[in-house]
């Protein structure tokens, strides 16, 4: 059974700073996504690794995959209160073609 | 511009009362859906599989006599929360697979549905 963890579940980080966002998973793929959730709304799409070594970056963000780690990484870069929300990764399964998602982390930027 | 609507956004409906909520493809044919719930500060759950012309396939510990999901055209999945009950009280997600662009399938989400049984 596919399973995925996201840490840390909360991140309360001062703006200007750095931090990494990790996504462990238990079985193989090489299909990650990365999404942002604000309150009270649905999911917006960040980021589709689909390889080995794939690396994707848009404004403070980047994404990475390590498929053989089953890990990937989201990087923040100088933070602004604008990134506060709620991150999720979810992997897709390789035979189903279900997405499982992780736990999520509620980012939280402050000045 | 969306790919998938979700309806409706918000309902308050009374214990023991029936609902539907409907996804709908815009762009694509949905030969497969997916149901997904969230409860408050949690992360989202898969609930169901919808597949269009046959049965879903629920996902362990989700009752199919509660959760009724049906898929009778290539474009509209509905998911009625039987005799909902105040647990019953979530946001619900759907999400459509796409296959195509040289992969297996990319996911879409709708809007979702915020259900509070009161």
């Known amino acids: 059974e596919l399973k995925v963890e996201q840490n840390p579940l909360f991140l309360s980080m001062q703006e200007g700073k750095n931090y990494t966002i990790y996504c462990n998973y238990s079985?193989?793929?090489?299909?990650l996504y990365w999404y942002r959730q604000d309150p009270g709304k649905s999911l917006e799409s960040l980021f589709v690794?689909?390889?080995?070594?794939a690396v994707k970056q848009e404004g403070r963000l980047m994404a990475s995959l390590d498929t053989k780690a089953r890990l990937s990484t989201l990087h923040i870069t100088a933070a602004v209160h604008d990134l506060s929300a709620t991150y999720f990764c979810?992997?897709?399964?390789?035979?189903?073609?279900?997405?499982?998602f992780g736990t999520g982390t509620r980012l939280q930027v402050f000045p | 511009g969306a790919v998938v609507s979700q309806h409706p956004s918000w309902v308050i409906c009374k214990s023991g009362t029936s609902v539907k909520i409907e996804c709908r493809s815009l762009?694509?044919?949905?030969?497969?859906m997916f149901w997904y719930r969230q409860f408050p500060k949690q992360s989202l759950m898969l609930m169901a599989t919808?597949?269009?012309?046959?049965?879903?396939?629920?996902e362990q510990g989700v009752e199919k006599d509660k959760f009724l999901i049906n898929h009778a055209s290539l474009t509209l999945s509905t998911l009625t929360v039987t005799s909902a009950h105040p647990e019953d009280s979530s946001f619900y997600i759907c999400?459509?697979?796409?296959?195509?662009?040289?992969?297996?399938?990319?996911?879409?989400f709708g809007e979702g549905s915020r259900l509070t049984v009161l």
């Open positions: 979810a992997v897709q399964s390789y035979n189903t073609d279900k997405l499982i």
């Open positions: 079985t193989t793929s090489d299909r």
């Open positions: 690794l689909l390889s080995n070594g």
């Open positions: 762009d694509f044919q949905a030969t497969t």
């Open positions: 919808s597949n269009e012309g046959s049965k879903a396939t629920y």
């Open positions: 999400s459509l697979l796409v296959a195509h662009r040289g992969y297996t399938g990319e996911l879409f």
